[in-house]
């Protein structure tokens, strides 16, 4: 039987960065979660790459788990939990790699399962906490619950989970399921990952597997914004956005989530929603199918080839094109050409590399900045 009104709530590791981090993430699963959650974790923050940085000694000669100890012990003693808890898990770690370093040779089956203890040790963290919460909650191993993939250690490519099997399996966890991300196993059963920040993808594959009614990103930033906040301090959250649009942005670059990880939400017609660890009142960014022909929603600085552009995303108009083109010629920005991105989603704005990040600014300003909303003049 699918669960009703099953809700994925993914939690990267810059939601999960200490103690203080990983009791928000369990209150706001606790407030926002619904009946039924389904809570998706990555490593705590940074843990991959000391996993990573541990798996290269160790093929060097050189055994070293300290820092993974100990970054796991200050959260748990942050979190008033008995830091000894996972030296267990330490132990398998050291193990692996005292054979890594026996060999000075580092397969990439071996590096995967380096990996995944820091989703298995976080899963184990945010499950304790719900537990100390008062609230019943299972550690579990997402390749537990039928999430398989090709053997491409590293980079795995999911392939198509039984559906019926998985939903089994997770409406047999006690309490809320705490699932590690990025980990899956292959058909023959060997551990592997699904790539650096994957963890989005599998929250998306169980989202689509298990039939929710959304997969829920929680992150370090306020949903998906009309330009990269850092290039344009105007940048604000867009409240709707198309697949297609966040497709195209992803393909431009703009890194807010895995480009997988909307698929198989869209196959299964999951909503799909960014949203604010900071601020979980704030309703984010919602994607959708139905949300087609918004207007314009982002703009992007690119580089094709040896060319520098802007990118405006979301159905741009000649008229866009126009003033776009007016606006940065009176800021003394030459537009070289411009073009249609092979979707029709995008319209190209070919600058000057030099003029690349005051043509975005300019290119926003114009087209996008606050005063101008999604849904026409307000
Ligand atoms: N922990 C993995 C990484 O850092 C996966 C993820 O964060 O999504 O890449
Ligand atoms: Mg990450």
């Given at each position: 039987m699918p669960r009703e009104g099953v809700l994925v709530m993914k939690f990267g590791g810059a939601a999960l960065k200490d103690g203080a981090g990983v009791r928000r993430a369990v209150s706001i699963v606790e407030e926002h979660g619904g009946d039924n959650p389904v809570v998706v974790v990555s490593a705590l923050e940074g843990v991959t790459d000391l996993l990573v940085q541990a798996a290269r000694s160790a093929a060097r000669g050189e055994v070293d788990v300290e820092a993974v100890r100990v970054r796991h012990r200050s959260v748990l003693r942050e979190l008033g939990?008995?830091?000894?808890?996972?030296d267990r898990y330490v132990r398998e770690l050291t193990l692996l790699l005292s054979s890594i370093s026996a060999r000075r040779d580092l397969r990439a089956v071996e590096l995967d399962h380096v990996l995944s203890f820091g989703e298995r040790a976080s899963a184990r963290i945010v499950a304790g906490c719900f537990e100390a919460a008062g609230v019943p909650a299972t550690p579990v191993d997402?390749?537990?619950?039928?999430l398989t993939t090709d053997s491409?250690?590293?980079?795995a490519r999911p392939l198509p989970s039984e559906h019926a099997a998985v939903q089994r399996a997770v409406s047999e966890v006690p309490g809320v399921p705490v699932v590690t991300g990025f980990l899956a196993k292959d058909s023959a059963g060997n551990l592997t990952t699904l790539g650096r920040n994957g963890s989005d993808l599998s929250a998306a594959l169980l989202a689509e597997a298990i039939g929710a009614v959304a997969v829920e990103f929680w992150k370090?930033?306020?949903?998906?914004?009309?330009?990269d906040p850092l290039v344009v301090p105007d940048a604000r959250p867009l409240e709707r956005l198309s697949f297609a649009d966040a497709e195209e942005l992803g393909q431009l670059g703009?890194?807010?989530?895995?480009?997988?990880?909307?698929a198989p939400a869209t196959r299964a017609g999951v909503e799909v929603r960014v949203r604010y660890v900071e601020d979980p009142a704030h309703p984010g960014t919602t994607l959708a199918?139905?949300?087609?022909?918004?207007g314009l929603v982002a703009a992007v600085a690119t580089t094709k080839g040896s060319l520098s552009a802007v990118a405006l995303v979301g159905a741009a108009s000649g008229e866009h094109e126009a003033s776009a083109t007016r606006a940065l010629e009176a800021a003394?920005?030459?537009?070289g050409w411009t073009e249609l991105s092979e979707s029709g989603r995008a319209l190209y704005l070919g600058v000057n590399s030099r003029d690349s990040v005051g043509a975005l600014r300019c290119v926003h300003e114009a087209l996008?900045?606050?005063?101008?909303?999604n849904d026409g003049p307000t």
């Open positions: 939990a008995d830091p000894e808890r996972l997402s390749y537990d619950l039928g491409n250690h590293g980079n370090g930033v306020p949903g998906i914004l009309t330009a703009a890194r807010v989530l895995h480009p997988e990880a909307i199918e139905s949300q087609d022909g918004a003394g920005i030459t537009v996008l900045a606050p005063r101008v909303s």
